[in-house]
Antibody
């Protein structure tokens, strides 16, 4: 059974840092690209970042570029998001999501349960 | 960036109703569109991909159609467990995807 479990969320002051983790199991983690998607309280979904299976290709949303860093450790079946210079508008539930593929069609087929990040003084 | 506009943003319906949600893209995205269902406090669940292909395990009362810039998600007969928020997602510019603003389906 595919499982994605996020951790590392919490309360942080503006300007602070936090590192999120996503532990993957039930599939060959090293074969899949991964994403972070966030959802501010009462708001919609916002894609944050993407990392390819080998970490060779990385993308960020403009809203986090230069402040967030995505990484992965395929030996530990883990995905990470280092968040620096946090702002109040970064407050959200952060989900990791797998980029699956069916007959060449990409889809976000599995999601974790999310971890809440609150940026407040 | 490709923008997705969902309508309506909120709808009230009864069990058994036929429900249609529309997603419009700011530019053509072929059939690179997915639909998700999200219940409060839960992660989004993939319902449909490639605009009209039902994800495994999703009930057949859900269907999707469209291509280019206009897409629809239809629930043929609304069930109690379908009251949720629905999001469209474009993957034409994958991996830099975007989501629609969401449509909340509530009980009338």
């Amino acid at each position: 059974e595919v499982q994605l479990v996020e951790s590392g969320g919490g309360l942080v002051q503006p300007g602070g840092s936090l590192r999120l983790s996503c532990a993957a199991s039930g599939f060959t983690f090293s074969s899949y690209s991964m994403n972070w998607v966030r959802q501010a309280p009462g708001k919609g979904l916002e894609w944050v970042s993407y990392i390819s299976s080998s970490s060779s290709t990385i993308y960020y949303a403009d809203s986090v570029k230069g402040r967030f860093t995505i990484s992965r450790d395929n030996a530990k079946n883990s995905l990470y998001l280092q968040m620096n210079s946090l702002r109040a508008e970064d407050t959200a539930v952060y989900y990791c999501a797998r980029s699956g593929s069916i007959f060449g069609v990409v889809l976000f087929d599995y999601w974790g349960q999310g971890t809440l990040v609150t940026v407040s003084s | 960036d490709i923008q997705l506009t969902q309508s309506p943003s909120f709808l009230s319906a009864s069990v058994g109703d036929r429900v249609t949600i529309t997603c419009r893209a700011s530019q053509g995205i072929s059939s690179y569109l997915a639909w998700y269902q999200q219940k409060p406090g839960k992660a989004p669940k993939l319902l449909i991909y490639a605009a009209s292909t039902l994800q495994s395990g999703v009930p057949s009362r859900f269907s999707g159609s469209g291509s280019g810039t206009e897409f629809t998600l239809t629930i043929s007969s609304l069930q109690p467990e379908d009251f949720a928020t629905y999001y469209c997602q474009q993957l034409n510019s994958y991996p830099q995807v975007t989501f629609g603003g969401g449509t909340k389906v509530e009980i009338k």
